[in-house]
Nanobody, 114 residues
């Protein structure tokens, strides 16, 4: 049974950092293309970073140089290191297989505010 569980969010001041974690039970992430998405209030969910099965990473322009996606295949974990956070990064963050999306997890709230 596939289950996606995100954690690590919280309230942080602008310029701060957070590390998000995603447990991807039932997914062989080593052969999957995994991504981190976010959805801000009143906006559509957007893909902000992905890591392909071969290890190539991609980022949306707004987070390039600030966010880093990584994974631990043995633990079936996907991570998102977020540095230099801005108020516009405030959103609920989700992970999923970007080619074969599964049922969404509950996400983890990230709030960037002073």
């Amino acid at each position: 049974q596939v289950q996606l569980v995100e954690s690590g969010g919280g309230l942080v001041q602008p310029g701060g950092s957070l590390r998000l974690s995603c447990t991807a039970s039932g997914i062989w992430i080593s052969i999957s293309d995994m991504g981190w998405y976010r959805q801000a209030p009143g906006k559509l969910r957007e893909l902000v970073a992905d890591i392909r099965s071969g290890g190539v990473t991609n980022y949306v322009d707004s987070v390039k140089g600030r966010f880093t996606i990584s994974r631990d295949n043995a633990k079936r974990m996907v991570y998102l290191q977020m540095n230099s956070l801005k108020p516009e990064d405030t959103a609920v963050y989700y992970c999923n297989d970007i080619r074969y999306p599964r049922a969404w997890g509950q996400g983890t709230q990230v709030t960037v505010s002073s």
